[in-house]
């Protein structure tokens, strides 16, 4: 992984992404849904965004929840 | 004495918001940029502010001195637009919590994602306007107030109706921009020289 601030999970739907948001501020993570950023995709869709640092954490809610994602990648 | 902000390799917004901070601490201020975006964007927020605005493009940055100026701009140029033809602010409307009818949820996102990314494109509007149930954006725990600050620590101002947080109660919890009424409203609306309305 880069080193960048933020990473951001895609998702396969939006109910997904909206899952994984309401399960990590559960969870106490700052994160937050941002449009998918252009050079990840042209599709119209939103993402959640996170701090990198934290990305581990969110992978293991994301699992223990069955929430499928579709990549994670730097911001 | 002139205070230097060197905001050379910083991402947005980071140059308006140190360049702002300096502002409340002297009357000059010398902020060097490495692009012409954050030229752009602190040059805007400094006039907005009151200031002139000297640009000096130099080998290894991008120079501006910014000065206060007496007056603020806002009797300078407010008549101004006018006599520019169309020219003239950028006035966004928001009258609902969410962008679009259909689905609620939906809706919510997406203006989540709209006011989050007039933070990454260009232009910045110059003022946003909240009427109806689009002033519970406004207030506490809302969940686009970080990118609202942002914009308003960019220059762009922010207005909620007032009669709208009267009648949903939420008056005492506002936590960004200004209280405003229909004159404002209706003056800014007619004054602009596009108006986005949502």
């Known amino acids: 992984m880069s080193d960048s601030e933020y990473s ?6 939006t109910s997904g992404a909206i899952r994984a948001e309401k399960l990590s501020k559960e969870a106490g993570l700052r994160v937050k849904l941002i449009p998918v950023p252009r050079h990840l995709s042209s ?14 954490k969110v992978r293991s809610i994301l699992d223990a929840a069955r929430v499928e994602f579709e990549q994670i990648s730097a911001l | ?7 050379r390799g910083l991402a947005c917004p980071q140059p308006v918001i140190q360049t702002k901070k300096a502002m409340a601490e002297g009357e ?7 692009n012409d975006t954050a030229k752009m964007n602190v040059s805007r927020m400094a006039g907005k ?6 640009v000096e493009e130099k080998d290894d940055g991008i120079y501006l001195h910014l000065t206060k100026a007496g007056a603020l701009p806002e009797q300078t140029t407010a008549p101004a637009p006018p006599t520019e033809g169309r ?8 009258p609902s919590e969410g962008m679009g009818r259909g689905d609620d949820e939906l809706g919510g996102i997406l203006i989540r994602s709209f006011l989050h990314t ?38 762009v101002e922010i207005l909620a109706c007032g009669t709208c947080l009267g009648h949903f109660g939420l008056k005492a919890k506002m936590a ?21 309305a949502l």
């Open chain 1, 8 to 13: 951001v999970v895609l998702f396969y739907s």
């Open chain 1, 43 to 56: 599709d119209c869709g939103v993402c959640l965004r996170c701090e990198s640092a934290d990305i581990d």
């Open chain 2, 1 to 7: 004495m002139t205070k230097l902000v060197d905001c």
């Open chain 2, 28 to 34: 000059t201020v010398t902020t060097i940029v490495d």
């Open chain 2, 49 to 54: 502010e009151g200031y002139a605005v000297e």
């Open chain 2, 87 to 94: 020219v003239g602010p950028t006035v966004v409307l928001i």
């Open chain 2, 118 to 155: 007039l933070n990454e494109v260009e232009p910045l509007p110059d003022t946003i306007v909240f009427v109806n149930a689009g002033v519970k954006l406004t207030v506490e725990d809302s969940l686009v107030l970080e990118d609202l600050q942002f914009l308003e620590q960019r220059g």
């Open chain 2, 176 to 196: 960004i921009g200004e209280i405003s009424n229909m004159y404002t409203i209706a003056e800014t609306l007619l004054g602009a020289g596009k108006v986005v």
